[in-house]
Structures are given as C-alpha cells and as structure tokens.
C-alpha cells in the first residue's frame, strides 16, 4: 500500500503528542511493507525543536503553502490512501485539496476528537468542518464509544472508526533505575488539565513534604506555585521518556475536559507509561475500564485523598505495571494499529468502490 500522511508534526515532539503517535504507528505501517510519505507543514516553532530528521521508515518532507503542495500531486493522486491529521495548519483546504486529488482512500485521523467536535459545535472550523468532513472517506478517531456514531450521524461520516494511540514497545523498554520520584506527570501545559494536576499532584505535594514529584512539559505558566518538592522539567524528548518513568515510584495520567466528558479517549501517556511497566495513577472516565483494570492494572483517584493515601500506602505498586505491561502489549502497541489501520483503509476502500463503479458506467 501506499500511503501518504499530512499531519501537524512528525519532526517535533515538543509542545504535542502528535509525533509520538505518528512515529510509532507508521514505524509499524512500514514494519507491514508499505510505502509512506509524511508531509509536514514548516512552521518555526517546530522547527527550531526537531528531534527527527531523517526517520528510516517513511520520506518526511516539509511545505510551507497548500499551493506547494502541488510539488506531490502526483504522490497524492496516485496513493491507495491520503490521511489528513488534525490541527494541520489551514486544515479546511488542505483537506478540500487532497479530496479533489486523491484517487485512493482519503481519511481524516483526529488525534483530538472531543476537542475537534467542542468546536465544531461552536463554529470553529480551525482545521476540519462539516462539508470536509463528510467528502471523506473514512474518520479515524482518537475517541471511541458512542462518538464514532456521532461523528456519522450528526456529521455525516460515511464511515467513523477507533484508532487509538499507541506504544512502540521497542521505543519504550523496562528499565530497573533507582527511583527519584514518588509521583510524575508528563504532558504539555492546558487550562483544563490544570486543575486536576492541583488536585491529584501539586495538591499531595503540599500534604507530603517528605515525598518527591516531578512534572515535565512545556508552556507551563510561571504564575504557578510550586511546593518545593516538585521538580519542573521544560521540555522531555521522547527518547527520554523510558528513563523518566522508570525513575518514577507512580506517573499520573491527567485527561482534558472535553475527553473525560466523551470517554473512551485514553492518552498515549497511559499506554507509553503500562510499557514501561511504571504504576499510573488516573483521573476517572467512561471507558477507561475497556483498557485497564481498575485496581489489578491501574490506580483510579477521584480525589486529593486517594492519591495521599496510594503514596502513604507501604504496598508494593510494581505488580500493578507488569500487569498494565502484559495488557499493554496483548493489544495496543503500534503493530496493533497499524494492522487496525489496513483494516479500517481497506474498508473504506471497499464501501466507496460501488460509487466509483457506477460513475464510471454514467
């Protein structure tokens, strides 16, 4: 097959969790003998912070206009299938272009779906609208659940499925390393999540001095008091991630509004830390239980007292992440979503076919 993929970014991680997903899904596509090209909008702030340059598994190339684009028409027009990320700058267009181009299956992969359908709701169309959206073939969503039918009714998605984040468990080994933290958080800054981050970290630093804490990601405001027992880590590029959780006794997993309010949108943090076999501690949504096991392969807190007592608790957390490892490795790695991304583009290829057949008898 061959694949051609414009998404926001597979250069950068910084500042988005959108590299980490494309890299380990289509490391995987490849894995399967497929041809992939990634087209990449060149804009300075992930320029100035790439840690890709040249990935072994598909061409990576960078264009700065939807006109230029046409410099690849010929590799859109000729693809068995052309996915559009979200967030891709001028979105709207892009996806408009690559319908009118494509001969093969086109699909948009929402990477933020409960975020995208907040502000389809409200108007905004910074990177997908309705009419775009129903010109695809197919919609893959970060999100499950009853979203995906939402997604084809309301919107008019001839075809909305699952495709999850994922982990590249090569990327994403055991390591034994001493423990520095009793608690972690990796993620980007976001007003939403902030509050859970109070409540279920910054919050239990203040009640346990004698603990450590440790949150990493960037754009954090420099307003924020910090307990003294919190270390703050700028920016963490993937490949330092392992070693981060490995360092951590427990990682917290925090979920943006718009997703808990969906459900069934798990954070690739969930799958990448479970592969590291590193204990998480989880804010509380519809369809978490779909992919971990409360209690047996995942801690789930409402509250600031739960996570105190979870620190304060003597109880050896490690047997909780081997068992999130083996669930982790039975079905969501990147080989998982790759094999579900044939699937799902093979699907749609079929569902289209008869419309191609009978316009060309008219």
């Known amino acids: ?58 061409r990576l190339e960078f264009y700065h206009s939807i006109e230029e684009l046409d410099r690849w028409r010929d590799e859109l027009r000729d693809a068995d299938a052309v996915i559009v990320g979200s967030y891709v700058p001028d979105g709207v267009e892009v996806g408009k272009y690559v319908q009118r181009t494509a001969r093969g299956v086109t699909a948009f992969y929402d990477i933020d779906t409960p975020v995208t359908l907040a502000k389809l709701a409200r108007g905004d169309f910074e990177y997908v609208s309705p009419q775009v959206i129903r010109g695809y073939d197919l919609y893959l969503s970060f999100t499950g659940g009853p979203t995906l039918r939402r997604i084809e009714r309301q919107y008019g998605s001839p075809m909305a499925r699952a495709l999850y984040c994922s982990v590249d468990p090569d990327a994403y080994p055991v390591l034994h390393l001493p423990k520095k933290w009793d608690l972690s958080y990796l993620g980007t800054y976001s007003d939403d999540r902030q509050p859970t981050l109070e409540k279920l970290l910054i919050e239990p630093a203040r009640r346990l001095p004698h603990l450590k804490f440790c949150v990493a990601g960037p754009q954090y405001p420099e307003t924020i008091d910090w307990p003294a027992n919190v270390e703050r880590i700028e920016h963490l ?5 392992p070693a981060f959780y490995a360092a951590s006794r427990y990682t917290l997993n925090v979920t943006r509004a718009d997703m808990i309010a969906a459900g069934w949108s798990p954070s690739v943090r969930l799958f990448e830390a479970a592969a590291c076999a590193t204990p998480v501690i989880s804010d509380i949504w519809d369809g978490i239980d779909d992919f ?11 509250d600031t007292g739960d996570v105190v007592q979870r620190l304060a608790s003597s109880e050896d957390p490690r047997p909780i992440g081997r068992a999130a490892r083996s669930r982790v490795l039975a079905g969501h790695t990147s080989a998982h979503r790759a094999l579900e991304l044939e699937r799902w583009v093979e699907e749609a290829g079929r569902e289209r076919a008869p419309a191609g057949l009978i316009a060309a008898a008219e």
């Open 237 to 241: 590029p993937p490949a330092e991630h």
């Open 292 to 302: 971990f096991e409360s209690d047996r392969e995942i801690i789930l807190v409402p």
């Open 1 to 58: 097959m061959k694949l051609v993929v414009l998404g926001l970014s597979l250069s950068s991680s910084w500042g988005n969790g959108h590299a980490t997903t494309f890299r380990a899904l289509l490391k995987a596509f490849a894995a399967r003998r497929h041809d992939v090209l990634f087209l990449e909008r060149d804009v300075p702030w992930y320029r100035n912070h790439r840690d890709i340059a040249d990935p072994d598994y598909c």
